[in-house]
């Protein structure tokens, strides 16, 4: 079985910095894409961005060029790096992977979601 375990969530004034860790663990063969959506009280979880196995990169529009997306391949690791924050930014960020377990088997992976607070 494959597991995701988030950390960095927390309290941060606008304008302030996050950075948010993602660790795959279990019996894994590859880690294919991985990404980090966020879901706000009331609203719809959304995609923030997105990452390959070979580093491509994609973002919502409300997070370019403030958002940066990053792994570690050798340790199953996904981050994100939250700089400008702002109070819209708030919500549960989860964290996603697309697995191969040792099995063969494909599966896509949810982490249990940390929760950032932008306050003004």
């Known amino acids: 079985q494959v597991q995701l375990v988030e950390s960095g969530g927390g309290l941060v004034q606008a304008g302030g910095s996050l950075r948010l860790s993602c660790a795959a663990s279990?019996?894994?063969?590859?880690?294919?894409?991985m990404g980090w959506y966020r879901q706000a009280p009331g609203k719809q979880r959304e995609l923030v961005a997105v990452i390959s196995s070979g580093g491509g990169t994609n973002y919502a529009d409300s997070v370019k060029g403030r958002f940066t997306i990053s792994r570690d391949n050798a340790k199953n690791t996904e981050y994100l790096q939250m700089n400008s924050l702002k109070p819209e930014d708030t919500a549960v960020y989860y964290c996603?992977?697309?697995?191969?377990?040792?099995?063969?088997?494909?599966?896509?992976?949810w982490g249990q979601g940390t929760l950032v607070t932008v306050s003004t």
């Open positions: 996603n992977a697309h697995v191969v377990e040792n099995s063969g088997r494909f599966r896509e992976v």
């Open positions: 279990g019996s894994i063969y590859s880690v294919n894409a």
